[in-house]
């Protein structure tokens, strides 16, 4: 099985600041993984798709990137509406797996 | 407009049974991947299930291997996670989760989730 590792859990940022979230995996998942975004009490929203993939609709400030077994995700200028936790996946093989999320709060 | 409505939580007894259900629409049902993701209080999301268009493979994370069981009636556009053998561990909430039509298994709608509380 493939064991996700995000970090960090949790950090603080300001309206305005670049943010980058890692997400490692435990064996190469070449580009199969994806990024998430939850707000309290909502389900997840997909972010990304296949490492750098940007999902219609979502704001191009969001960059994934990395294969292999490291991958972040980059919020370039972070907004209001950004904080939130974000989850990785890979989708390399069964079962699927997420990372631990990290809590992006002011 | 792509719309995955959850329901059949609620609170059962430890060894009990519960069945979740979510109506799909919007979208060709047949024709995606679906799953169960959940998420205990206050902690990270945990794949717990998927099963193809047709209904015929599925998959189960080690942790409900055995207890709970997958399935669709393509007729009614509806996806169901039957829970047996309920633990507190069990104690989350539900998502159903629509796939890609991507090569690979990733989650692009979700629904609003269902809580289900084991307890005694």
């Known amino acids: 099985d493939f064991q996700m590792t995000q970090s960090p859990s949790s950090l603080s940022a300001s ?16 580009t199969y993984l994806n990024w998430y975004q939850q707000k309290p009490g909502k389900a997840p929203k997909l972010l990304i798709s296949t490492a750098s993939s940007l999902q219609s609709g979502v ?4 960059i994934g990137s990395g294969s292999g077994t490291d991958f972040t995700l980059t919020i370039s200028s972070l ?10 996946q890979q989708s390399y093989s069964m079962p ?3 990372g631990g999320g990290t809590k992006v709060d002011i | 407009e ?3 409505l959850d329901s059949g939580g609620g609170l059962v007894h430890p060894g009990g ?44 994370a080690d942790s409900v291997k055995g207890r709970f069981t997958i399935s669709r009636d393509n007729s009614k556009n509806t996806l169901y996670l039957q829970m047996n053998s309920l633990r507190a561990g069990d104690t989350a909430v539900y998502y159903c989760a629509k796939d890609s039509l991507s090569r690979d298994t990733f989650f692009d709608n ?8 084991v307890s005694s």
């Open chain 1, 59 to 62: 704001p191009s400030r969001f």
């Open chain 1, 15 to 30: 309206v305005g600041d670049r943010v980058t979230i890692t997400c490692r995996a435990s064996q190469s998942i070449s």
């Open chain 2, 110 to 117: 979700w629904g609003q989730g269902t809580l289900v509380t």
């Open chain 2, 17 to 60: 049974s519960l069945r979740l259900s979510c109506a799909a629409s919007g979208f060709t049902f047949t024709s995606y991947s679906m799953g169960w993701v959940r998420q205990a209080p206050g902690k990270g999301l945990e794949w717990v299930s998927l099963i193809d268009g047709s209904g015929v493979d599925k998959y189960y």
């Open chain 1, 96 to 98: 699927l797996s997420f």
């Open chain 2, 2 to 4: 792509v719309q995955l």
């Open chain 1, 79 to 88: 907004q209001p509406e950004d904080f939130a936790t974000y989850y990785c």
